[in-house]
């Protein structure tokens, strides 16, 4: 049970969380569940006890597996000490769940593509695989070292975990000290970090197609790497639907990412290459790159030569296939952009329409109905050194979210801001200094305004607290105010005729004095 105190259940609750969420985002139903790396059998319990289904509990700890029967006692599960790595369930289900880092625990070369191809071939048709992994990306964030120190049940426990980014390996310390030890309980881990291109090849070679990855902090689409991440795959409908020899995908940063079989590259040459066709991801960052990018435009225009043609034509062959498989390109979005000596703000959107309804009749030509059932999304960012437009592909079954639109003006476009590019007209100077203008001043109010305005918030405030019905409170607002008007001028009646002055000068400096109270202020 001191396992599921420190780290057990709070790592449940959040893996709770975050199943809730991205089964009902992706519409997962199951009857079926088995839960590999199980532990002390926390996440297996709430399977059977929140969605009424069987499940199956693998883990390769004796240990784990006793305090397992004790939280899954008279429950629909049934536990298994295997080696997940060699996994082989009494039958198919519908749903793996594998959480808690297991799958970083194999640190050795091959357990991660052994897993995957076990966990393929133990799901039904449709299954789905849903888990959780620490990548390579500072899973630690800018340290390469945490301590944990706390207490719980008159022990001390100390938590030490230090991240070896050359190695890419977590090497975690828990020492255990209880009142009179003489020395404490020590346990030793490792865990390899995954980079995700790692982990999208070992699914593609398993078969699983990915509906998704998310950022396992806040479940959204990732548009950096972040440190952990959770992904959802599923095996193809029918067990000959994932062709080996096709695309490998990976769903990051709200796309999918494709890249071919055949292109063998590792992490360290990623930013070697100016023009990669392909989805790899770099080591530091998880950004999306394009799948094609069209060069090669006039100086200004945005018409279409035959080599671009040709690459477009290659493009709509790909997501034309793409849907002969478990996974088709559902959404492209095409970004033009304009180079340093282009200003036309319009020219980078005008290439990116050009591309789109070159792209549009290319698969018009190989589907009729396909360019209706895609979704298309048309951007201009403005300036890049090579004056391109870039297409985008995902595939998934939503559409997926598009980061704001940040347009880069040209330095040309910038400058012809700012100079003229002829003398200036009259009408045109008129206009300058009209756009130009201060804001106007707000409006100066008199004396009086502002009495009137003091005195009606007081008695509103008064009123308020005395629970005066609104029916009667302009009446009183009324009354007061004319109480108010007789009694000031009664005063003032009365220190003027106290002058003895003539009776035109009186009736001259009642007229001054009410004159003034209307005379707006400064």
Known sequence: MSYDATVGLPFFLRARKAFEELTSRYGINFRTAADIGCGTGLFARYLTESFRVPVIAVDLSNDMLRIAARNCNGLNVRLLRQDIRQLRLPRPVDLITCNFDTLNHLIGEGDLEQTFRRVYWNLKPGGHFIFDSVTNCGPLGPSQRYVRRFRMRRRTVVQQVRWDPRARLLSVVVSIRSPGDMKPTVEVHRERAYSPDEISRALHGAGFSIRGVHDAATLALPGMCPPRIIVVAQKARRDNGADPNGPISLAMGGSMYL??????????????????????????????????????????????????????????????????????????????????????????????????????????????????????????????????????????????????????????????????????????????????????????????QMFWRRVDEQLDSAMSRLNIPHSMRSHIRDGAHAAIRRGSEAVLNQIVAATDLPTQVQEAIRTTVRGLLDVPIQ
């Open 259 to 448: 890249h071919e079989p055949n292109d063998q590259f590792s992490d360290h040459d990623l930013g070697q290459l100016p023009r990669q066709r392909t989805g790899a991801l770099l080591t530091n960052q998880l950004q999306m790159p394009p799948f094609e990018t069209i060069t090669g435009f006039p100086t200004g225009g945005s018409s279409l030569n035959a080599g671009q043609i040709a690459r477009i034509n290659q493009t709509a062959e790909f997501i034309k296939n793409s849907w002969n498989g478990s996974s088709p390109i559902a959404s492209v979005r095409v970004t033009g952009y304009i180079n340093s000596d282009e200003w036309q703000r319009e020219l980078g959107e005008q290439r990116a329409v050009a591309v789109r309804d070159a792209l549009v009749t290319a698969l018009g030509r190989l589907r009729s109905t396909l360019p209706s059932q895609i979704r298309w999304v048309i951007e201009d960012r403005g300036f890049s050194p090579l004056a391109k437009v870039e297409i985008y592909l995902w595939a998934g079954p939503t559409p997926p979210s598009v980061p704001p639109l940040v347009r880069i003006p040209s330095p040309a476009e910038a400058a012809r801001r700012i100079v003229p590019l002829g003398p200036e007209t009259p009408e045109q100077r008129i206009q300058r200094i009209l756009r130009t203008l201060p804001p106007a001043p707000p409006p100066k109010r008199s004396f009086n």
